[in-house]
């Protein structure tokens, strides 16, 4: 798992860590990501499942923030808890308007 920084955004990424695990070592570090929008960019989908991080979507929504899965393998449809979105560019597009209308009080 790697994470970056790029502003209020916090993108986590997937590397050879299955989906449990994952989510796991997420929880180990939310704490210092929690003020932020988060986006998971998931490079294997097939190793567990996406509602272990069912809790984190939760509380990250809760306390108004962003949490978007970027997945090509993923489809919205199937998974209506969960932004799921097929590339990074999306994402940010997605968080971008998200904030404004944050800051409009929408």
Do not use: W
């Not at 990424?13 to 299955?18: A, F, I, P, R």
């Not at 929008?37 to 294997?44: A, E, N, P, Q």
């Not at 567990?48 to 962003?66: D, K, M, P, Q």
């Not at 993923?74 to 968080?95: R, S």
Request: proline residues 1%; hydrophobic residues 40%.
């Amino acid at each position: 798992m790697t994470i970056e920084q790029f502003g209020t955004t916090a993108v986590v990424t997937q590397k050879k860590t299955n989906l449990i695990e994952l989510s796991k070592k997420l929880l180990v570090v939310y704490e210092r990501l929690k003020l932020q929008d988060i986006i998971l960019h998931l490079k294997d989908t097939t190793s567990g499942s996406i509602e272990s991080f069912s809790t984190l979507v939760s509380n990250h929504s809760t306390a108004n923030r962003c949490f978007v899965f970027v997945s090509t393998e993923l489809n919205q449809e199937h998974f209506e808890n969960f932004i799921i979105i097929p590339t990074l560019q999306e994402a940010y597009d997605y968080i971008d308007m998200e904030v404004m209308q944050r800051n409009l009080g929408l």
